[in-house]
């Protein structure tokens, strides 16, 4: 891009699909990045087979240059990412943290497009946990890298408001496009000067961790929002699951809420029951949650009616 009588080069770290939208916009807009770096192909699925980040996918489908370093600390790496001298860097949904020594190449520094209204929800998975905590507000961020998490000066916010049916994905689709009109109104405003980074209230700092498979279990002592929460939370990944007969896995792919207030007694909680109207239900901590939709392990996903057709016994179970 130019501003003025200045060429610019600007670089793209990320990883996820959440910087993807972002990667397509700046690819058709005045900043289209010379090269992207993203993360080596993992190993994944029930074969473990070898992977690309949604990121690479995207550079080979656009015919954007990309590599794949494993190692940033790597000093061919550092070397070769001095002799391409960028201006401006911008990482987003990357995945590993970058060195001080990386940090100190680009003339502009390092922006970061962050999904929360920092300082709150810092970490690797605010989006999952803005709809845990049931937060009715949300958005994106852009600030300066530096290097601890989520910490550099806050140069440009835009909120949304979070329906009550928004799901990861859905919420991440939302934030992904409203990150990367932010971002692209942002570069010019910051190269310039015109807008300077203000530094984080720390002491109002909130903290997200790295979402894992386990979390998705659901523990049927907490409220029936809460696990009506998970669900959306959790959707597609890791989902929400609970064991029958002490080993057989049920993901719940749909659930709602059908009574916020009732309480049971502790040792029915977990147990599944039908209601007057013949939903299938299970008691929760405090209120009821309805299942809508199931997969038994190893089978298809189904409506509860369907697998109840096929699985009376489940009635009267109690789930753990």
Not at 18 to 32: G, K, M, Q, R, T
Not at 52 to 73: G, R, S, V, Y
Not at 197 to 222: C, M, R, V, Y
Request: net charge neutral; with cysteine; glycine share 6%.
């Amino acid at each position: 891009m130019i501003i003025g009588y200045y060429l610019m080069k600007l670089i793209f770290f990320a990883s996820s699909q959440f910087a993807v939208p972002i990667l397509e916009a700046l690819n058709e807009s005045d900043f289209a990045p010379a090269f992207v770096i993203t993360e080596p192909d993992a190993l994944a699925g029930r074969h473990q087979k070898p992977k690309a980040t949604p990121i690479k996918e995207a550079c080979e489908k656009l015919a954007i240059p990309f590599i794949t370093p494993e190692k940033l600390k790597h000093e061919e790496f550092i070397k070769w990412l001095k002799e391409q001298n960028a201006d401006l860097a911008i990482v987003c949904a990357y995945g590993k943290i970058l060195p001080k020594e990386i940090l100190a190449i680009p003339k502009f520094k390092f922006i970061n497009v962050h999904p929360s209204l920092l300082p709150k929800y810092r970490g690797p998975s605010p989006i999952q946990t803005v709809i845990l905590d049931g937060e009715t507000e949300t958005g994106v961020t852009i600030l300066v890298v530096d290097e601890l998490v989520d910490h550099g000066g806050i140069i440009a916010k835009s909120e949304i408001r979070i329906s009550k049916s928004e799901t990861y994905k859905s919420l991440t689709d939302i934030l992904s496009k409203l990150g990367a009109e932010l971002l692209i109104e942002t570069i010019p405003n910051f190269i310039s000067g015109k807008w300077k980074p203000e530094e984080q209230d720390h002491n109002q700092a909130t903290f997200t961790k790295l979402i894992k498979k386990e979390d998705g279990h659901i523990d049927w002592s907490k409220s029936a929002q809460e696990i009506e929460r998970m669900s959306r939370a959790y959707d597609p990944w890791p989902g929400v699951f609970a064991y029958w007969q002490k080993k057989l896995r049920i993901k719940f792919l749909k659930v709602s809420v059908l009574n916020p207030q009732v309480k049971c007694a502790e040792n029915e909680i977990g147990k599944t029951f039908l209601t007057a109207e013949n939903k299938l239900a299970v008691n929760c901590g405090t209120g009821i949650i309805e299942i809508e939709q199931l997969q038994l392990e190893g089978a298809k996903p189904m409506s509860a009616q369907t697998f109840l057709n096929g699985h009376k016994d489940f009635i009267n179970s109690k789930l753990e």
